[in-house]
Structure formats: C-alpha cells, structure tokens
C-alpha cells in the first residue's frame, strides 16, 4: 500500500537495553512479525538515533530494560529521549526483584519474561493490520 508516492512504513520500535544478545533476538522477533525495530545499549546512544527517518519513519514505541535507567541522570535523559522522538508510547522491561521505576509507562513487564510476551505487548500497544504481519527481511 501507499500514501501517495511513499509506501506506508512498518511502525518502528526503539529497543534500549544494555544485554547485546537480549537486544538482538527481541529485534529479530519484532521484524519477524513485521516492526522496524533497531536497538541501543544506553539512553545517551538512543538520543542520537534519528526521531523521523525519511526511509524508515518515525519511533512510535520506545522499549526499555530497566538496568538502563541506574544512573542518577536518567531521570532527564529519559524524558529528553520521549521529547526527541516525539512522545512515543513506552514499555518497560523491569527487573523481577527491585520496584518498577515510576515513568511514564503504558506497559511494564516485570521479568522474567519471554520474547514472545515482549512481541505480544508490542502488539497489543501498537497494532498491525494482518496484511502487515509479516517478516521485515
């Protein structure tokens, strides 16, 4: 489908978490079902990604693992990351045996949780249409 001249573009997700590997395989696990999702390892780093990308549009949900937010900046950091990209909507991956940080949270997933419950949650706060449920590579 398109708008236009400009193809409709699959929702991007914004992936800040510290754990390479866990990164990784969510990433994969968001194409897989047809989200654009890239990832950073800090919230300094997802500052420099580019709030609307021409060829891969705008970050319309941010997913955070809470060992991102232990520093005593992160407070401002976070909320210089939502105003740059726009106030998108935010989940975050909280640890299993220290409190969820308060935040302006849609959704918190307390560990330990699967990949599929990430993707799941995704779903259910930034749907697909079926036509566009499908792998992004």
Known sequence: MALGDRPLLPPRVLLVMP???ARALL???LRDVGYDAVGTRTLESALRVRADDP???AIRL?????????????????????AHHGAPKTLL???????AVAGPWQ????????VADVVAATAALLPLAAADRRPLD
Request: glycine share 8%; charged share 25%.
């Open 19 to 21: 754990d390479q590997w």
């Open 27 to 29: 990433r994969a696990a």
């Open 55 to 57: 060829e891969r549009g």
């Open 62 to 82: 941010i997913i955070i693992d809470q060992p991102t937010l232990g520093d005593a900046d992160s407070g401002g950091q976070l909320a210089q990351l939502l």
């Open 93 to 99: 991956l909280a640890r299993a045996t220290i409190d």
């Open 107 to 114: 959704n918190v997933l307390r560990r330990p949780v699967s």
